[in-house]
Nanobody, 122 residues
Framework: QVQLIESGGGSVQTGGSLRLSCSRP????????IGWFRQAPGKEREFVAL????????NFADSVKGRFTISTDRAKNTAYLQMNNLKPEDTAVYYC???????????????WGQGTQVTVSS
């Protein structure tokens, strides 16, 4: 059962940018943690970034630091992952998730989006 709605994936060339969106129909709560994960073919799901819904407290994987940012828009009930200077290594299915614990572990999240494909060509 898909609980979050994602959009914004696509295909870009190396160095391009994409912005992924993640919305929760039931709305996010102040205590929620918004997490972003990705999974490439043949690889396990890995942590990308997280942010507290109500505060600008963030954490990023080393592989995306300086290139990705995460933000929230309360009025739109939406979280965003802005991805700049994309590399082929960023190619994966990206998932947003919501949890109640400030954690980089996927199992700590209880609501997940359907995933959106990001493809970066060299």
């Amino acid at each position: 059962q898909v609980q979050l709605i994602e959009s914004g994936g696509g295909s870009v060339q190396t160095g391009g940018s994409l912005r992924l969106s993640c919305s929760r129909p039931g709305r996010f709560f102040s205590s929620h943690i918004i997490g972003w994960f990705r999974q490439a073919p043949g690889k396990e799901r890995e942590f990308v970034a997280l942010r507290r819904w109500s505060r600008d407290s963030t954490n990023f994987a080393d592989s995306v630091k300086g290139r990705f940012t995460i933000s929230t828009d309360r009025a739109k009930n939406t979280a965003y992952l802005q991805m700049n200077n994309l590399k082929p290594e960023d190619t994966a299915v990206y998932y947003c998730a919501v949890g109640s614990t400030y954690s980089t572990i996927s199992s700590d999240y209880f609501n997940w989006g359907q995933g959106t494909q990001v493809t970066v060509s060299s």
